[in-house]
């Protein structure tokens, strides 16, 4: 328990300081474990218009961290009814959320549970992700994802990564 306090301190300290050496303007951040480990960080930082995210190891030779940006999207919303489904989804997220329209299938991702292998592919789907057209099957959305691929391989890149 101890270890991971720490590992989150220097974590939260290299995030924090990554983000103002690069000027990243933002309002809110928050740094979360990778699955199974306290060594891999996923790191948020809620900008103006989206998010910008990074990993980072404890076993990092660098502290230089590469941002993904991600927009939240939140005019896709414009056209979409405001369902209770959709409130619900929008108070749960607790505003960390981007929308995704992809052949004409909105997408609503949660992105505090962070992405399937993000670590090794910036561009992965996110772990809660939502299907906002009308008569989408959701059952188990968190579970589709967790499927995809093999879990062999994702604990592999975990590794890697941890170790880089």
């Not at 590992?7 to 690069?22: N, P, T």
């Not at 900008?47 to 404890?58: A, E, H, L």
């Not at 997220?93 to 981007?98: D, L, V």
């Amino acid at each position: 328990m101890c270890v991971a306090g720490y590992d989150k301190f220097i974590a939260d300290g290299v995030f924090r300081e990554q983000l103002a050496e690069k000027k990243v303007n933002y309002t809110s951040y928050f740094t979360t474990p990778s699955p199974l480990n306290s060594f891999l960080w996923y790191d948020v930082a809620k900008g103006d218009s989206g998010y910008y995210i990074s990993y980072y190891s404890v076993f990092d030779k660098s502290k230089d961290l590469n941002f993904t940006f991600k927009p939240q999207n939140k005019d896709l919303l414009n056209d979409y009814p405001s369902t209770p489904e959709l409130q619900k989804l929008l108070r749960f997220s607790q505003e960390y959320y981007t929308i995704e329209n992809h052949n004409d299938t909105l997408y609503f991702s949660d992105i505090r549970f962070g992405q399937l292998g993000g670590w090794s592919n910036p561009e992965a789907n996110f772990v809660f992700r939502y299907i906002l057209n009308t008569g989408a099957n959701n059952d188990l959305v968190i579970q589709k994802g967790r499927f995809e691929g093999s879990m062999r391989d994702g604990i592999n890149s975990l590794y890697k990564r941890i170790c880089n």
